[in-house]
């Protein structure tokens, strides 16, 4: 078993299950994305450039999607706290997933890769 498959593996319900989905989610939204371990962490790719990434946050214990390139982003559920680049996206375990928003984000990003535009 990889180092990437046991992140997951390893982790308890219902982050679990939230991590699962997510990476389901985010390798859905283009066939350039891949899934790779990188900084000790499950990283995904865009045509091999960092673009997003799983972790725990350390206080809040909540799975959240980091956007490398977050600092672009204006939204408010955006959280930049001490990163200069990246901003992450807190989600709770114990509810549904905001699939519609992760889409979104996720598919800004990649056009912002594509194009070097965010657009709304």
Same mark, same amino acid.
């Given at each position: $078993? ?23 989610? +985010? ?8 899934? !790779?371990?990188?900084?000790? $962490? ?25 956007? !490398? ?9 955006? +959280? ?37 535009? +965010?657009?709304?």
């Amino acid at each position: $078993m990889t180092e990437l498959e046991n992140f997951y593996l390893k982790q308890d319900e219902p982050t679990k299950g939230t991590l699962l989905a997510l990476r389901e989610i +985010i390798l859905s939204q283009d066939k350039d994305i891949t899934n !790779v371990w990188k900084y000790g $962490m499950p990283f995904f790719c865009y045509k091999g450039k960092m673009f997003c990434y799983l972790w725990l946050h350390k206080k809040l214990k909540q799975p959240y999607i980091g956007i !490398v390139e977050g600092n672009r982003f204006e939204e408010t559920f955006l +959280i930049q706290e001490s990163r200069s680049r990246m901003k992450i996206m807190l989600l709770d375990p114990n509810k549904d997933l905001p699939i519609k928003t992760i889409q979104n984000i996720l598919q800004r990003a990649i056009n912002f890769y594509k194009t070097g535009e +965010i657009k709304i």
